[in-house]
């Protein structure tokens, strides 16, 4: 694994070994810009992947601002501690949950910062070169966790272990998959032969399904890898988890950037911030509040910030990106 390799010298460079990451940080300028970082903050990176967004935070945070950079997956971690290396203890990596940011915070010794980004979903260099099962593209044994240390069941148990009706409802659930009870069918009865192990082997299943994925844009196993993966990391209860534990963090007037990548996600990013936004949450029909709610935060945009046309002809996994912006009152 890694692809941090020395290249050749070149005169006035020094021996610095160059980071080569796999994935494109999306939406970076917007990011920095919405969080309007200042020399000396401390800012989370709650979904730190390879380090890209982490990189520019800790630049404008130059020379003495700090980074507490959180990922899941420990592998993905690990490349944007080598690739930060250079910036010694102002990246601190934090390997766990952005659900559990506040003790993440606490044992890293923050107990505000100045700014939150979740940049949510999963990484190029997890899609291409994790041999964890996350694309359809590839022959990988069907794992899908994130954190393979800490996560169980992972994408094969799911598969083989589920009942048809649950297989159904969680297809239709994480991938709004139409066809959803028509696959688990398919699933139930393959299985019956043999387990299903490999992404190759959940693919051939999914490719001979009659129709499926006809009048579609994407690939038939699209949105059943998405629910699959969703299912297995538990992603939608941990990320209306990891915005309200990111307003928890933030200091007043610090601000708490989104980006999510598809409608899925989106609509509980907006839900989630409506919530917080709100001063009162009573049902309609009370005349009178009586929730004693408080607004914890203020919507900053209210319609969405998209990747501009160069950086989705640059960058096309940028192009279902959506960011959304709330500062802490
Ligand atoms: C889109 S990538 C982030 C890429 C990163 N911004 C960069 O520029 O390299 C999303 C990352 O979030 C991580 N992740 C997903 N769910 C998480 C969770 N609940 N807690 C912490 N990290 C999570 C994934 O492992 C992945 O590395």
Same mark, same amino acid.
């Given at each position: 694994? =890694?692809?941090?390799?020395? /290249?050749?010298?070149?005169?006035?460079?020094?021996?610095?070994?160059?980071?080569?990451?796999?994935?494109?940080?999306?939406?970076?300028?917007?990011?920095?810009?919405?969080?309007?970082?200042?020399?000396?903050?401390?800012?989370?990176? !709650?979904?730190?992947?390879?380090?890209?967004?982490?990189?520019?935070?800790?630049? !404008?945070?130059?020379?003495? =601002?700090?980074?507490?950079?959180?990922?899941?997956?420990?592998?993905?971690?690990?490349?944007?501690?080598?690739?930060?290396?250079?910036?010694?203890?102002?990246?601190?990596?934090?390997?766990? @949950?952005?659900?559990?940011? =506040?003790?993440?915070?606490?044992?890293?010794?923050?107990?505000? #910062?100045?700014?939150?980004?979740?940049?949510?979903?999963?990484?190029?260099?997890?899609?291409?070169?994790?041999?964890?099962?996350?694309?359809?593209?590839?022959?990988?044994?069907?794992?899908?966790?994130?954190?393979?240390?800490?996560?169980?069941?992972?994408?094969?148990?799911?598969?083989?272990?589920?009942?048809?009706?649950?297989?159904? $409802?969680?297809?239709?659930?994480?991938?709004?998959?139409?066809?959803?009870?028509?696959?688990?069918?398919?699933?139930?009865?393959?299985?019956?032969?043999? +387990?299903?192990?490999?992404?190759?082997?959940?693919? $051939?299943?999914?490719?001979?399904?009659?129709?499926? =994925?006809?009048?579609?844009?994407?690939?038939?196993?699209?949105?059943?890898?998405?629910?699959?993966?969703?299912? /297995?990391?538990?992603?939608?209860?941990?990320?209306?988890?990891?915005?309200?534990?990111?307003?928890?963090?933030? $200091?007043?007037?610090?601000?708490? /950037?989104?980006?999510?990548?598809?409608?899925?996600?989106?609509?509980?990013? $907006?839900?989630?911030?409506?919530?917080?936004?709100?001063?009162?949450?009573?049902?309609?029909?009370?005349?009178?509040?009586?929730?004693?709610?408080?607004?914890? #935060?203020?919507?900053? @945009?209210?319609?969405?910030?998209?990747?501009? +046309? !160069?950086?989705?002809?640059? @960058?096309?996994?940028?192009?279902?990106?959506?960011?959304?912006?709330?500062?802490?009152?």
């Amino acid at each position: 694994m =890694g692809i941090a390799r020395r /290249v050749g010298f070149s005169a006035g460079v020094s021996d610095i070994p160059l980071y080569q990451p796999v994935h494109q940080p999306v939406l970076l300028r917007e990011a920095v810009e919405q969080l309007a970082v200042r020399s000396g903050w401390v800012c989370v990176d !709650a979904t730190a992947g390879e380090g890209g967004h982490s990189l520019a935070l800790l630049q !404008a945070s130059a020379p003495s =601002g700090r980074v507490l950079g959180i990922d899941r997956d420990p592998r993905s971690l690990a490349r944007a501690e080598r690739r930060l290396s250079q910036f010694g203890d102002r990246f601190i990596p934090a390997q766990g @949950n952005y659900a559990d940011l =506040g003790q993440l915070a606490q044992g890293a010794n923050i107990v505000q #910062v100045d700014g939150v980004l979740l940049d949510v979903g999963l990484s190029s260099w997890q899609l291409e070169a994790a041999g964890a099962g996350f694309s359809f593209q590839r022959d990988e044994p069907l794992d899908m966790r994130f954190d393979p240390i800490n996560t169980w069941p992972d994408a094969a148990e799911l598969v083989n272990q589920l009942s048809e009706d649950e297989l159904g $409802k969680l297809l239709f659930q994480y991938g709004e998959e139409p066809r959803a009870r028509t696959i688990a069918r398919a699933l139930v009865q393959a299985r019956q032969a043999s +387990p299903v192990r490999t992404t190759g082997q959940l693919v $051939k299943l999914l490719e001979a399904i009659p129709g499926l =994925g006809r009048g579609r844009r994407t690939h038939p196993a699209t949105r059943t890898f998405q629910a699959l993966r969703i299912a /297995v990391n538990d992603e939608l209860t941990n990320l209306e988890a990891g915005i309200k534990a990111a307003i928890d963090l933030l $200091k007043p007037a610090g601000r708490l /950037v989104v980006i999510s990548y598809h409608s899925l996600e989106d609509r509980l990013v $907006k839900q989630t911030l409506a919530y917080q936004a709100a001063s009162c949450v009573c049902p309609a029909e009370i005349p009178v509040c009586v929730c004693n709610h408080q607004a914890t #935060v203020r919507i900053i @945009n209210r319609r969405i910030i998209r990747p501009a +046309p !160069a950086e989705v002809a640059a @960058n096309p996994r940028s192009r279902s990106a959506r960011m959304r912006v709330a500062e802490k009152l």
